[in-house]
């Protein structure tokens, strides 16, 4: 897990995503689709602040659906 180190090193907050009925407390879910059928990521209500800015992390990208999912997560929280 690399992301709570950069965001460490970078002077950053650590906002995970994570699969659905991983994180407590209230979150906004994306569903997104995936080489193999759909899956969908959830973060925190309130994580990110209008015009924060953010640095995605993840191991890999292969369609991009994640990555795509991320952005839509970030985009709930500035509009
Ligand atoms: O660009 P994409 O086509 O979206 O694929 C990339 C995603 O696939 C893997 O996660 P996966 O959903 O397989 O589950 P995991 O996090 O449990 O490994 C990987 O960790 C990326 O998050
Ligand atoms: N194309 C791919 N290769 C390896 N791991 C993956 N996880 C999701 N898509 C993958």
Redesign the pocket.
């Known amino acids: 897990i690399f992301g709570p180190a950069i965001a460490l090193a970078i002077g950053a907050k650590f906002i995970p995503l994570r699969?659905p009925k991983k994180l407590p407390g209230e979150v906004i879910s994306e569903t997104?689709?995936?080489?193999?059928g759909t899956?969908c990521l959830e973060m925190h209500v309130g994580a990110i602040e209008p015009r924060e800015r953010v640095l995605i992390v993840?191991?890999?990208?292969?369609?991009?659906?994640?990555?795509?999912?991320a952005i839509n997560l970030m985009g709930t929280c500035w509009s």
């Open positions: 699969k997104y689709v995936l080489e193999y899956d993840d191991d890999l990208v292969a369609t991009g659906g994640t990555l795509c999912a």
